[in-house]
């Protein structure tokens, strides 16, 4: 009888616990149809906020629409319709989808997969084929977008979408697979994390025809890339400090390759090892920002021949020790400005004294480094700028400039063969040919740039680079081994010759882009 009355027990808890969860089920069904549609318009918001933004040049507008919700006990059917439309034309494109969305506070499709983290709902959809979008689909009839994503009851949203697509359209072969998966806020911010293998676009091929020849035209063009990766980390620095964005961002791509024909001659342009990297944080009411650019190589061959190539290149540029409050100041009426598209002659009295406290607050600019390098060698260049405390203006005012800084140095160092390894490649460029006589040439210019240089009070220059170093020591400037004041400093950059040979100065013509059939 005991054995008997535990188990009626247990089965009473397993109905009440079942019957609790089969109600919370059809309650949140409820409420998750309520949740979803407002999602969709809070998306419609922020995208008919964003096109119609003054400063944002687009040709269209995109939006969801044709929303259905058929509501089940379990689950629900839903679809939807990504609606592009022209504003230079009548013409409305749409991206239709369809799947399922799993009622919460524990949706089958998680339990499934023994996950059971309560949440409001969670979705799975993707593309309808259709006779508009069905080559898109390939041999194999695959959807070429899923998406999947779940909302908790604080709103957060996570998910995914994965992409492959292996087909041929309208004469062009498109190949590329990626996957995206998100942590986000009903505001956007949060974790964001992207990866491509490989992508790989043949634009279709055009018979040539007196009627649709063209001199700068390119033909056969392949777009190429592999591996991809890119993360996202940000949030608001506070609800107070709500355009201050902090958190990092990095992009890294292995491999891009592009290969045409122009003009009958065969050209590949070729980048390798790609990264980029933003960072932000803050720290006692002070923002840092680090902004990094590297690159592994790049080159340019026209017609067999390597017209440019740089080996490897990294830019890094700081922006250190800034007040958080006046920073706030300033990008809210930067913000405000960008959504009216009114420009303001001079900044308001708020901007302005924001700009003043700033300058204040012992800012920072580092350039830590700036280098290009090629066959030759290389070019460099680092700079650090901090200002002091105290009041700038007044500084300037009674002529004590160097006060301003609390530090300052300038290295750059430009080795001769890199500089005329350049010169020859900018020569190359000009022609897309090499004439006889080209080296001679280009050592000529170099010849000149070295001399005027060397006329120069600001640089050093010998057989091997050209180099200036300067660095703010005791109140003095110490200009490559000398020590000047300010007022020998300003004298010394207006000994600067003002002119340089014409074979620097000229311009070239900006070269017009061609136009990819």
């Known amino acids: 009888n005991l054995n008997m009355k535990k188990s009626a027990v247990a089965l009473g808890i397993i109905a009440v616990l079942g019957g609790a969860w089969t109600s919370a089920t059809w ?3 409820k409420t998750a149809e309520q949740q979803f549609h407002a999602k969709i318009n809070q998306i419609n918001e922020k995208l008919d906020r964003f096109f119609s933004t003054p400063n944002v040049k687009s040709t269209g507008t995109v939006k969801i629409d044709n929303v259905k919700f058929q509501r089940g006990f379990f689950s629900s059917d839903i679809s939807y319709e990504l609606v592009f439309s ?3 034309s009548e013409n409305i ?14 949706p089958i499709n998680q339990l499934s997969q023994f996950n059971f983290t309560p949440v409001m709902f969670s979705t799975e959809t993707e593309v309808t084929k259709t006779e508009q979008n069905k080559e898109w689909f390939g041999k194999n009839g695959k959807s070429p977008l899923y998406s999947n994503f779940s909302m908790s009851y604080n709103k957060q949203v996570s998910g995914n979408l994965n992409s492959e697509v292996n087909t041929h359209i309208d004469g062009g072969d498109i190949d590329w697979k990626f996957t995206a998966n998100y942590d986000i806020d009903e505001n956007g911010f949060g974790k964001v994390d992207i990866f491509s293998p490989y992508a790989k676009l043949v634009f279709p091929k055009v018979e040539q025809t007196i009627q649709n020849e063209k001199k700068n035209d390119l033909q056969n063009g392949i777009f190429e890339f592999t591996d991809s990766q890119t993360s996202l980390n940000w949030d608001r620095a506070s609800a107070e400090l709500d355009k201050i964005i902090i958190g990092n961002y990095s992009t890294k791509l292995a491999n891009m390759r592009f290969s045409a024909k122009d003009n009958d001659k065969d050209i590949l ?14 720290k006692d009411n002070f ?3 680090d902004f990094t650019y590297k690159l592994g190589g790049i080159r340019f061959v026209s017609d067999s021949q390597e017209n440019f190539s740089v080996n490897d290149s990294i830019f890094n540029i700081q922006f250190n020790h800034l007040a958080a409050k006046p920073l706030n100041i300033i990008l809210t009426e930067a913000a405000k400005a960008a959504e009216s598209g009114k420009q303001q002659d001079t900044p308001s ?6 700009f003043i406290e700033l300058s204040q607050k012992q800012p920072q600019v580092k350039i830590a480094p700036f280098k290009l390098s090629n066959k030759g060698g290389k070019l460099s260049t680092d700079l650090d700028i901090e200002f002091a405390p105290g009041d700038l203006q ?17 290295n750059i160092n430009l080795d001769n063969p890199a500089i005329l390894d350049f010169i020859t490649q900018a020569k190359r460029l000009e022609t897309d040919t090499m004439p006889k006589g080209s080296d001679k040439e280009a050592e000529k210019v170099l010849s000149e740039f070295l001399a005027l240089a060397k006329s120069s009070p600001l640089f050093v220059v010998d057989d091997k680079s050209i180099k200036l170093n300067a660095k703010l020591e005791n109140n003095k400037i110490n200009l ?9 400093f300003v004298m010394m950059l207006a000994m600067v010759p003002n002119s340089i040979p014409d074979e620097t100065l000229e311009e070239s013509e900006t070269p017009e882009i061609p136009e990819t059939k």
């Open 27 to 29: 309650y949140s069904g």
């Open 86 to 88: 022209s504003k230079e």
């Open 93 to 106: 494109n749409t991206l239709p989808f369809n799947g399922k969305l799993y009622h919460g506070p524990l």
């Open 269 to 282: 342009l070729e980048m390798k090892d790609i990264q980029s990297d933003i960072n932000g944080k803050i």
């Open 287 to 289: 923002v840092d920002y």
């Open 349 to 354: 009295e708020e901007v302005f004294q924001a």
């Open 394 to 410: 007044a500084k300037i005012q009674s002529g004590k400039v160097l006060e301003m800084f609390k530090q300052f140095a300038l």
């Open 480 to 488: 490559n081994g000398n020590m000047l004041s300010w007022e020998e």
